[in-house]
């Protein structure tokens, strides 16, 4: 039988039943679905539910102490942050403290003002909530940055006066409790969000703490944190050249038989330089001054004898011998100027420069051994180690001039010295441990279901499917001699060897001895009135008009049967 022939039959076989019938299925059907779904909705659902998360200890505390005053019950998580009632008691609990203002520990930032009135607000309260306003924005804020569970802000504006000299400029700390061991990469982005929310605020007034008292980022760092920038600067090149050299060398080695070690030493000092270059070819005459001068000189020199005549007076002195000399200087002098072309360059230098690379490599020597053979050749270990030792020094960017070394070494490696085995995936147990919950709700779910078709569909079942023999019983309906329990069906000619019981049994019915084959259909008839009776309960009247409809001749006998007992009572 194909499972088209099932599901006809199957629909021949409900629409015997009556529309009675199929709706009281119908409504048993759905009211096992609804039981069994508010079953499993109420045991599977969680027993507590979160009310508050994210709570220091004290707001724990208070919202304890105010639970257990109003009689809810509650559970504290393990790290202490979170408050959790019993599943539908939430909005009781958050009314209750809502009511007595808890928690404390949320920032409150503008919505501040809409508590406050402005009838007698003076000015003084009125900039302590700004800065109480502008205090928690920022908090919110920077918790809302990942790694950041709590932080606190305090903001210093200076007050305005006319007669101030100097403008004291506003500042600002912040206060953080990260989750991870590394907090000071956000202390950055903290600085320059909180200086570019305050106006006229600038980052070096801004100072990032964590709660163990660490100074993450102040405006004191020399500069700006330079220190800070260059271990993580110098972290990042060991990172990446280490990278370079496991990537070269993975593929013949593997990834188990190396280890890297790098350093890096950076520099990363400002360097400003001014050159300035001269062409001595590209001159240009830029002026010309020429002097000349010439000089004329004439010397006579006249004398007398010395005698009385030179004493006498109005005597005219004798010519003398005298000497004469003359000299002349022609000077010139002529003068140049020419202009040189030149070059000035200026280079600023704000990066960094590795001033040195120190590698370390060591390989593991059974596994190198492998790779060269059995019985390697006694240079030959010496020259692979030497070109594994140039295959890192290309791959990191080894400068010999600048004083870079790379180390290359093949020794034994121990098993507690190898990269650590990925975690495995959890087992069977494992995970049917960790699923405990949901397993014991389904089984519980599973068991109600049971018991609802145990006491409730199967005693419906049996009801609506009573026996025809019972029901006949039930509404006083006389049966044939022999019935009982059981339906009628006639033996078998070979079963009885065609003694005279069966003549009996068809001459009490008023019929006629009927040959095997008739025996034979008239089983198949009566057990075809075995499975209409065995149907679902029916109307006494319906059953015997179906009885007569099926069989009149047997139906017939019957009543006569009824009659003759009648009669002879």
């Known amino acids: 039988m194909n499972a088209m022939e099932q599901v006809q039959r199957l629909g021949a076989n409900l629409l015997q039943l009556g529309g009675r019938k199929l709706g009281a299925l119908a409504a048993i059907g759905v009211a096992i679905f609804a039981l069994v779904g508010v079953g499993g909705y109420y045991l599977s659902r969680p027993a507590t539910e979160t009310l508050y998360s994210g709570l220091d200890r004290g707001d724990v505390a208070s919202i304890g102490a105010a639970l257990h005053d109003a009689d809810i019950p509650f559970d504290v998580?393990?790290?202490g942050t979170a408050v959790a009632v019993h599943y539908g008691q939430t909005a009781q609990a958050r009314m209750l403290l809502a009511e007595r203002g808890l928690p404390h520990s949320g920032n409150a930032g503008y919505e501040l003002y809409d508590k406050m009135g402005s009838l007698g607000l003076t000015s003084f309260m009125q900039d302590v909530t700004r800065v109480r306003a502008l205090e928690g924005e920022l908090a919110r804020t920077i918790q809302s940055i990942s790694g950041i569970r709590a932080a606190r802000v305090h903001v210093v504006l200076p007050d305005e006066g006319?007669?101030?000299?100097?403008?004291?400029?506003p500042s600002a700390s912040v206060v953080i409790r990260a989750s991870s061991l590394d907090d000071s990469h956000v202390a950055g982005a903290i600085r320059h969000l909180v200086a570019a929310a305050v106006p006229g605020m600038t980052i070096d007034e801004v100072t990032v703490l964590s709660t163990d008292g660490t100074v993450l980022a102040s405006?004191?760092?020399?500069?700006?944190?330079?220190?800070?920038?260059?271990?993580?600067?110098?972290k990042v090149i060991d990172?990446?050249?280490?990278?370079?050299?496991?990537?070269?060398?993975?593929?013949?080695?593997?990834?188990?038989?190396l280890q890297v070690s790098v350093t890096a030493r950076l520099n990363t000092d400002t360097k400003q330089t001014a050159e300035t270059i001269y062409n001595p070819d590209g001159?240009?005459?830029?002026?010309?001054?020429t002097v000349k001068e010439t000089q004329n000189q004439q010397n006579s020199t006249n004398s007398a004898p010395t005698g009385a005549a030179q004493n006498l007076p109005g005597a005219k002195p004798p010519a003398g011998d005298g000497k004469n000399s003359s000299e002349q200087n022609d000077k010139r002098e002529e003068l140049n100027n020419f202009e040189i072309s030149s070059k000035t360059v200026t280079t600023s230098s704000t990066g960094y420069?590795?001033?040195?690379?120190?590698?370390?490599?060591?390989?593991?020597?059974?596994?190198?051994?492998?790779?060269?053979?059995?019985?390697?050749?006694?240079?030959?270990?010496?020259?692979k180690?030497?070109?594994?030792?140039?295959?890192?020094?290309?791959?990191a960017g080894v400068d010999k001039a600048r004083g870079d070394s790379v180390k290359v070494m093949a020794v034994d490696f121990v098993d507690n010295a190898r990269d650590l085995e990925p975690v495995p995936a959890p087992g069977l147990m494992e995970a049917v441990m960790r699923q405990s919950g949901t397993l014991i709700n389904a089984g519980l779910v599973l068991i109600f279901t049971g018991v609802v078709v145990i006491f409730v569909v199967r005693p419906l079942t049996r009801v609506?499917?009573?026996?025809?023999?019972?029901?006949?019983?039930?509404?006083g309906l006389p049966m044939l001699d022999g019935m009982g329990d059981a339906p009628i069906m006639l033996p078998d000619s070979s079963e009885v060897g065609g003694s005279d019981e069966m003549a009996m049994g068809l001459d009490a019915l008023g019929g006629d001895r009927p040959s095997p084959p008739q025996v034979a259909a008239w089983n198949e008839e009566v057990s075809l009135i075995d499975d209409i009776t065995s149907q679902p309960r029916r109307s006494p009247q319906k059953r015997l008009e179906q009885m007569i409809e099926f069989d009149e001749q047997q139906a017939a006998a019957v009543l006569k049967q009824w009659i003759h007992r009648k009669e002879a009572a």
């Open 77 to 79: 998580s393990p790290d």
């Open 162 to 169: 006319s007669f101030r000299r100097a403008r004291q400029p």
């Open 219 to 234: 405006g004191d760092d020399a500069a700006n944190g330079a220190p800070t920038k260059m271990l993580d600067l110098e």
């Open 239 to 257: 990172r990446n050249v280490g990278e370079n050299i496991r990537r070269t060398l993975t593929p013949s080695l593997g990834a188990k038989n």
């Open 283 to 289: 001159r240009v005459e830029r002026s010309t001054r």
């Open 353 to 383: 420069s590795i001033d040195r690379l120190s590698i370390a490599v060591v390989i593991n020597r059974a596994a190198f051994a492998a790779a060269l053979g059995d019985k390697p050749a006694p240079g030959e270990v010496d020259k």
């Open 385 to 395: 180690l030497a070109e594994v030792e140039q295959l890192v020094g290309s791959a």
């Open 464 to 475: 609506l499917g009573a026996p025809s023999s019972a029901l006949a019983a039930d509404d």
